[in-house]
């Protein structure tokens, strides 16, 4: 077989895997998301007063926190996560003989030595396997004497860590969650999952910066320094504001249906003013905010991050003027990058594959706002893709300078002689703290960094 005939069959066989469901593949290499286990385990310990106890083997604990928590640039928050986790631990004989009574020892050794506002068992594939009641355990400790307590059924193999995110949400909100009056102007964010979404506490932290400077009141779950309260008031919110293109989604429309909670959606980060803006004022004319103090805000905000960009403006167009770049990252973060480059700096998008794995539904929604109402010469090719091998054959056929990805393409990117920049899940080549590339300064930030890689002597 000629090398030509060869090249063929191996680009028919990555066609033919490419179009599998992602369920059906015979393997997927390097995924960029852990277990649902993994997005619950995260998720509640991102929130202060929650303490998950793991049903699961010591294994999965560890592998999430190095894998993924470790991954999302140390991303990890709260009183109960990262190595503080409580963890059945489960061996081979809980396998024969059963976990439930392992169970019911752990939750009354965590409660007698953890303080927690709401505790949270996170159960695993083996507990599944093996038929433990973990519900019915549970219920044993639901008592007044006890403080609160939920569980989350998240075995592994019902979904990925996005999975995770809804899962925790799920089980708040039928467990734990209960009517409260409606406050005028108090909205949720939904749709960020922590370490999943690398730059999740600064983007939350920026965006209720930004609709507080409107006048409305955001209820913050996440990210700071007492959230339980912030938790329970769910139900309290005027809307729910889902910023993602599908992730977020199924809890917004389960608060709707529970608690009468409209929502709204808007795809993607906004990254730089003219998407932030926009954003303001979409939440602003749902909620009848006064359009003068929505515009005076949005004038200010947008002056000060445009004095900033005209410092590093020079820069980029003498050293990136109309450069073509690749984006491979979640759908939220490329949606973001790709309309702030393309519309606030001039550059042009070659190819975006998007690796979180949205449903259909989702996917005609991120294709229109990555193709539509750019004003740059060109509109991406885009792809929906998280095999990192698949991945790495779709980048071969495009010509760039610059790939915003995530740490497993930083090397690979010098065959492709362009710039690298993580910008998505995993991260293992940066800390993060609040960073963050929301907001009407964010696409200054976000310059400030991939500028930061070529301000050095060479």
Known sequence: MSATEAAKLNQLEDERIAALDPKERPLQETPRHTCALGGVMATASA?????????????????????????????????????????????????????????????????????????VTVSGCIPALIGDDVEGIVSEFKKPEYPPIISVKSSGFNGTSYDGYEMFFDAV???????????????????????????????????KYNLDGIGLETNR????????????????????????????????????????????????????????AGFLRRVAERLHVKEEVVDRWIETRSKLAHDDFNLVATFLYMGFCNVHFAVVADSNIAIGLVRYFTNECGLLPATVIVTDNPPEEAREIIRDRLTNELEGLIVPDVHFENDTYLIHRILEKYSFMLLFASSMEKYASRKYMAGHHTVT??????????????????????????????ARPF
């Open 173 to 207: 909100i039928d467990q734990h969650l209960e009517p409260r009056p409606v406050r005028r102007g108090l909205v949720n964010i939904l749709g960020i999952q922590p370490c999943q979404h690398i730059f999740w506490k600064g983007d939350l932290q920026e965006i």
């Open 221 to 276: 779950i996440f990210g700071g320094t007492s959230e339980i309260e912030g938790l329970e008031n769910i139900p309290a919110a005027e809307l729910n504001i889902v910023i993602n293109s599908w992730q977020g989604l199924a809890t917004a429309k389960k608060l709707e249906e529970k608690f009468g909670t409209p929502y709204i959606v808007f795809p993607g980060t906004p990254i730089g003013p003219k998407e932030t």
């Open 425 to 454: 899940f995993p991260a293992f080549d940066r800390i993060i703290l609040r960073r963050t590339y929301a907001g009407f300064g964010g696409g200054n930030v976000l310059l400030e960094d991939l500028f930061s890689k070529f």
């Open 47 to 119: 929130v202060r007063g929650v303490v998950p106890i793991l049903h699961s083997g010591g294994g999965c604990g560890w592998a999430n926190f190095f894998g993924f928590i470790g991954a999302s640039g140390g991303g990890q928050i709260g009183d109960g996560g990262a190595m503080t986790t409580p963890c059945t631990t489960l061996l081979e004989k809980h396998v024969v003989f059963g976990g439930e009574e392992r169970l019911r020892d752990q939750i009354e050794s965590t409660f007698q030595l953890m303080k927690g506002d709401l505790f």
